[in-house]
């Protein structure tokens, strides 16, 4: 009987040994899916730092939320909108700030967006380097020079439910 008991428990110990773990597909989603959820989707500034140097700032903390709070929706036919958010510094403001256009490089790595306003501020054909795309957030890092000064912008952006 022992013996018995002895093989039943080799046999279940080897066989729960030897389960196969659940299979992780690893397949990760197109990078273009992720930002636009195959039609559109919206995302809104949750970080942002500029370094220059030993220099960094951190750009939205002391910032009015009627600027914080504006919105980017991309497209994936590669259009996008930038649109105020709940919060307007001015009443009188538009809702849409500015429509354009944006590409994503060929592996995928960078953005690259035709114009992006940011704290009053606009920038052309600013590249941003991804470093990190998910469901939820995605960010990126460029370089931008104003008054022949040089920064590297990182920005975190969160998507709006």
Known sequence: MMKKLMLL?????????????????????????LLTNNSSKTWQVQDGVAKQGDLEVNLIASQNPCVTDNQITLYSNFSYEFKEGATKCNPNDP??????????????SSITIDRFVFLGRSVDNPTFTLSDVTENTFSGTTTVTLNNETFEITVIFESVN
């Not at 809702?95 to 995928?108: F, H, R, V």
């Open 9 to 33: 428990s080799t046999f279940l110990l080897v066989l729960v040994a030897c389960k196969k773990d659940p299979v992780d597909s690893g397949e990760q989603k197109p990078v273009i899916e």
């Open 95 to 108: 809702d849409t700030i500015l429509t354009a256009n944006w590409e994503l490089s060929a592996d995928e």
